[in-house]
């Protein structure tokens, strides 16, 4: 969804949505929901840059029986937040589980990220050239 178009500026800012469904293992089923994101592309003589960021994890299973969990903001740290599925906390994981489902979560971003990049990348083929600004 556009929410930001800057013609002067050359920017436009959108969000996605892609769905989450986690492959790891059955007990998982409360972290099932939608990883979120943020597309920044500027362009300007010729050149563009593209930024794809702000992964955010909301879960939101109808198939949990407790609250669902979410793993918010995506960051670069190997390990999850350490409140995030705990007993007591939206039903509980073991901490192998937490680290796989991260994991896995910050590689769905990755692969995203990688695709959305190449599709623009092929769509802007010969109308502009990704260079540093």
Known sequence: MLQVQNKDAG????????PYDPTVFMASSCTR???RYRITVEVKDG?????????????GSLYCKS???????????RLPPADVGKIGWGG????????????ELKAKARLLADGLAGSLRARLSGAATEKPW
Do not use: A, K, M, Q
């Not at 920017?11 to 892609?18: A, M, Q, S």
């Not at 609250?67 to 740290?77: E, K, M, N, V, W």
């Not at 509980?92 to 991260?102: A, C, I």
């Open 11 to 18: 920017t436009l800012i959108g969000t996605g949505v892609e």
């Open 33 to 35: 929901g939608d990883l």
């Open 47 to 59: 050149r563009y840059r593209c930024t794809i960021d702000g992964f955010t994890h909301e879960g």
């Open 67 to 77: 609250r669902p969990i979410s793993f918010g903001l995506l960051t670069t740290d």
């Open 92 to 103: 509980g994981l073991p901490d192998n589980d937490r680290y796989t489902l991260w994991n």
